[in-house]
């Protein structure tokens, strides 16, 4: 299996969060940077997927600007009330 590969570096963290870090690394048994990497990449996640969940809503909004309200309505499977009385 491949190892990921790593790299150093120092990064300044506020102190009760390094201080809940360093709880948590001693509580799983694992080390402070273990403990950092994966809530780093847990945050990381949720942040591509808020920016992917950002681009397709600016798709659908591009893709639909120019419908009325009432088409809108019937893409929703509502039937406004005009296209009620129609029948």
């Given at each position: 299996m491949k190892r990921a590969s790593s790299r150093?570096?120092?990064?300044?963290?506020p102190s009760?969060?390094?201080?809940?870090?360093?709880?948590?690394?001693?509580?799983?048994?694992l080390n402070l940077s273990s403990v950092l990497s994966e809530a780093l990449e847990?945050?990381?996640?949720?942040e591509e997927q808020r920016r992917r969940s950002d681009q397709?809503?600016?798709a659908y909004q591009s893709a639909f600007?120019?419908?009325s309200d009432a088409e809108l309505m019937i893409l929703n499977g509502v039937i406004p009330e005009s296209h009620k009385r129609g029948r």
């Open positions: 150093r570096t120092t990064l300044t963290l009760r969060l390094l201080d809940l870090a360093e709880r948590i690394a001693k509580q799983r048994h847990r945050g990381l996640s949720v397709i809503l600016k600007a120019n419908f």
